[in-house]
């Protein structure tokens, strides 16, 4: 129950903070591109590297931190860059294969719910 109350804990000011950066640079923006959103992804896998990094290189942080920080914080500020983690991860391990994969197909995937999604709707 305490891992839920971190990561819940995480989740709302990652959530919070990504309206706000990504409304504030969206407003900024001149075309219809989605800059906020992509900007949000940008910072968020930069902060994940960040944080696998300390513990990488023996800088020690508690469990609960990290949980706070990875899981909680950058899960609600954007779960991008958990998928670019994993996706990291498995090329570190040398299942490239995997990993293009696992791009490819939640890409692909995501787009495909995302329609069948609409189409749900429009038929109720």
Same mark, same amino acid.
């Given at each position: 129950m305490?891992?839920?109350? /971190?990561?819940? /804990?995480?989740?709302?000011?990652?959530g919070?903070l990504?309206? $706000?950066?990504?409304?504030?640079?969206?407003? $900024? +923006?001149?075309?219809?591109?989605p800059?906020?959103t992509? #900007?949000?992804? =940008?910072?968020? &896998?930069?902060?994940?590297?960040?944080?696998?990094?300390?513990?990488?290189n023996? =800088? +020690?942080i +508690?469990?609960?931190?990290?949980?706070?920080l990875?899981?909680?914080? &950058?899960?609600?500020?954007? #779960?991008? +860059? #958990?998928?670019?983690n994993?996706?990291?991860?498995?090329?570190?391990?040398?299942?490239?294969?995997?990993?293009?994969?696992?791009?490819?197909?939640?890409?692909a995937?995501g787009?495909l719910?995302?329609?069948?999604?609409?189409?749900i /709707?429009k038929? =109720?």
């Amino acid at each position: 129950m305490k891992e839920v109350l /971190i990561v819940s /804990i995480g989740s709302f000011f990652g959530g919070g903070l990504r309206y $706000c950066i990504s409304k504030m640079v969206q407003s $900024c +923006s001149l075309i219809a591109f989605p800059f906020g959103t992509m #900007t949000v992804n =940008i910072l968020g &896998c930069l902060l994940i590297g960040m944080v696998y990094g300390l513990t990488e290189n023996n =800088i +020690s942080i +508690s469990p609960a931190l990290k949980l706070l920080l990875t899981v909680g914080f &950058c899960g609600g500020f954007t #779960t991008f +860059s #958990t998928f670019m983690n994993e996706s990291l991860s498995l090329l570190r391990a040398d299942s490239a294969a995997m990993m293009a994969l696992y791009v490819g197909g939640s890409v692909a995937l995501g787009l495909l719910a995302v329609f069948a999604g609409l189409q749900i /709707i429009k038929l =109720i």
